[in-house]
């Protein structure tokens, strides 16, 4: 099942950071391999700054949603959000 919800055009290399957020806080969502080699491509195709910028607001859209469903544990999951992706937010 697709999932249009928040389709539109945009920078292609947001969707690589989306899937590189996702390895990264999800780890066993993916391989280790895959993971790798997402980040890998981050690297490469991203400058430094925008893959940070791009990071950060897949935190924030996350934060966002947690906290509209689970306030409780918004804190905590941004805690393990940010400790996550720590080299790609400094």
């Known amino acids: 099942m697709l999932d249009w919800e928040v389709a539109g055009p945009g920078d292609w290399r947001f969707d690589l ?48 949603m947690i906290a509209a469903r689970s306030p409780d544990s918004a804190a905590k999951a941004c805690g393990r959000m940010v400790a996550a992706l720590d080299r790609w937010l400094r």
């Open 17 to 64: 950071v989306m899937l590189a957020f996702g390895c990264h806080i999800r780890p066993d969502s993916c391989e280790p391999a895959a993971s790798a080699l997402v980040t890998e491509a981050v690297r490469s195709q991203c400058p430094d700054d925008v893959a940070a910028l791009m990071m950060a607001c897949q935190v924030l859209r996350l934060a966002s």
